[in-house]
């Protein structure tokens, strides 16, 4: 997916995106399906299959966390809303936490294949979505691989 940058170290030009390790659950859907305290997590050996298919890329994608949230112009017009003082205050604490994106999925994504018993990662692009897409089938045949083995 795509995704926009946040703290610090994700504002450098070599950073090409993110490999998400886990969500900041600021979004309403996960709410519904269980309390916010739940984490939303990426499973560890699809996250490993990523930052290998990015390694051998040549690419340059940070591993850490992303800010999961309903509102695109929360973040791109924070100004131009009646909560917007809210949101800017809220958008510093995500950046003094280190989270790296601001993205519109990977919470849901995370929390329901948690509850389903079932495996997901995600890898976010700040600019060359072609070349996420190729790492992203990369870490897949990886997958599958390693599954077949098993």
């Known amino acids: 997916g795509t995704a926009g940058r946040v703290s610090l170290s994700s504002l450098d030009p070599a950073v090409s995106g993110v490999i998400v390790t886990g969500a900041v659950r600021d979004e309403g859907t996960t709410r519904q ?3 916010i305290e739940y984490p939303a997590v990426a499973n560890r050996i699809v996250v490993a299959a990523l930052a290998d298919a990015a390694t051998q890329s040549g690419a340059c994608y940070l591993e850490g966390l992303a800010h999961c949230k ?3 112009y929360g973040q791109i017009d924070p100004d131009g809303l009646p909560g917007g003082a809210r949101l800017k205050a809220r958008w510093q604490a ?3 936490g280190n989270v790296l994106a601001s993205e519109m999925e990977t919470a ?3 929390v329901v294949s948690s509850i389903r018993g079932c495996r997901a990662g995600a890898i976010m ?3 060359e979505m072609d070349q996420t897409i190729s790492i992203a089938l990369a870490a897949i045949r990886q997958l599958i691989q390693a599954d077949a083995e098993r």
């Open 108 to 110: 849901a994504l995370f």
């Open 33 to 35: 399906y269980i309390p």
């Open 70 to 72: 309903d509102s695109f």
């Open 94 to 96: 995500w950046m003094a």
């Open 125 to 127: 692009s700040f600019r």
